[in-house]
């Protein structure tokens, strides 16, 4: 009898570590995402979204509100992003704008928000409509080829 | 030709018993009370060697990518790093490898030795069941066992690079964290290694019981199912894990 006791402590013992090990992995060691949020959704529309991801974060002053949900293609060629603020205590005015900003030169890609100035706030599903696209360091430093090669050009014609 | 007829009776009989087993769900108390005792017989006492491991794996996992990420300058990704590639791979797949080597071997012996000693037709003359008292109860505490264990190894792993990261890297707890809870999602990559744990748990009761019951009862016998389990058990379960990555690794 003793022993069988010892048993099904040993066995509950066991069970209750994973137990308690789930619940740490829940919620200390992974983002609790089956806990709902209570935030809301809102889009923007930019006209270049190259290298924003999903989960990327969003940010006001350099803190971080929310995480972009999806990236998607409209009809019109532009790239619709979902933006999921995570609380719905940062309520954001009609005239915000939203920028695709980079960490650093190289790094990753993020969303930066700067809240207007009007009284009314964005719900859930508003678009953001002034929107200002990223830059593609590509595109910079071709044009900057570009630009200093038909100044090396003018100087060569004018020198004549 | 005839190896491959033979093949396909043994597959065929090994589906067949998993049917008799699951079908022998238990309806007694001395059924339930086997089932705890074979928690406490194959989870317990295999809870001691799933934490090492998963301690020195979380620790060599962390101290090997710190290495490579810090030629990136990405040595703050080091948690997230670390606890994506243990939840949703190493976790499960080296928690059952360990479990093989612990435990299948020892049901496959087991079984074929109360084969060589008659005890099932012992069991059958005395009109009891023995696919409900021995079998399915061995079963059930695998297929139990297994998701608990790699929860546990889990844990340990995470625990350990924390520790690692803290005290012979420099890299600060509160990075750690951040990096690690950004990176990985419960219900996405906790959840998919822990799916990923159950069906290689019933992938290893299967095997083991199959290869114990299906042996030639003599001695030779009994080693040969022994070995057979350990190497077809594990080659399966790493084949299934390519499988279910591949087709539920974006989406789980």
């Given at each position: 009898m003793k022993e069988n006791r010892l048993l099904n402590a040993g066995v509950g013992a066991f069970v209750l570590l994973a137990a308690v090990s789930m619940m740490f992995l829940a919620f200390?060691?992974?983002?609790?995402?089956?806990?709902?949020?209570?935030g809301y959704t809102v889009y923007a529309k930019f006209d270049e979204a190259a290298g924003l991801r999903a989960r990327a974060p969003i940010r006001i002053a350099g803190v971080r509100i929310g995480e972009v949900e999806s990236v998607e293609l409209t009809p019109s060629y532009q790239a619709k992003v979902a933006l999921r603020i995570?609380?719905?205590?940062t309520e954001l005015p009609l005239d915000t704008t939203a920028h695709i900003f980079t960490e650093g030169l190289l790094g990753v890609r993020y969303v930066a928000i700067f809240p207007g100035y009007d009284e009314s706030t964005l719900k859930h599903?508003?678009?953001?409509?002034q929107t200002n696209s990223g830059f593609v360091l590509e595109n910079l430093i071709a044009q900057f080829l570009i630009n200093l090669g038909s100044e090396s050009l003018n100087k060569g014609s004018s020198d004549e | 030709m005839h190896k491959l007829f033979d093949r396909c009776v043994r597959m065929g009989e090994a589906v067949a018993m998993l049917f008799s087993v699951l079908y022998a769900f238990p309806r007694r108390r001395e059924h339930f009370k086997t089932i705890v005792q074979h928690i406490y017989f194959y989870g317990n006492k295999t809870m001691m060697i799933v934490i090492v491991a998963g301690a020195f794996i979380g620790m060599v996992i962390s101290l090997q990518g710190y290495t490579s990420l810090v030629r990136f300058g990405a040595e703050s990704e080091i948690g997230g790093l670390t606890a994506y590639s243990i939840y949703r791979e190493l976790g499960p797949v080296v928690t059952s490898l360990l479990f093989i080597g612990r435990v299948g071997s020892l049901l496959a012996s087991e079984m074929s030795m109360m084969n060589i000693n008659q005890q099932f037709t012992c069991l059958k003359m005395l009109a009891i069941n023995a696919y409900q008292l021995v079998l399915f109860p061995r079963f059930l505490a695998i297929v139990i066992s297994v998701p608990l264990l790699t929860i546990v190894f889990c844990l340990s792993a995470v625990l350990s690079s924390l520790m690692v990261c803290k005290f012979?890297?420099?890299?600060?707890t509160g990075i750690f964290w951040n990096s690690l809870e950004y990176y990985t999602l419960f219900t996405v990559d906790v959840m998919h290694g822990f799916w990923k744990s159950l069906a290689f748990g019933f992938v290893i009761a299967w095997v083991a019981i199959y290869q114990g019951m299906s042996a030639v009862p003599n001695r030779s016998g009994m080693a040969k199912a022994t070995t057979s389990t350990v190497v077809s058990a594990s080659l399966l379960i790493l084949g299934i894990d390519y499988v279910i990555t591949a087709l539920f690794g974006s989406m789980l």
């Open positions: 200390f060691a992974s983002t609790p995402d089956w806990r709902g949020y209570d995570d609380s719905k205590s599903d508003d678009e953001i409509l | 012979a890297l420099a890299v600060s």
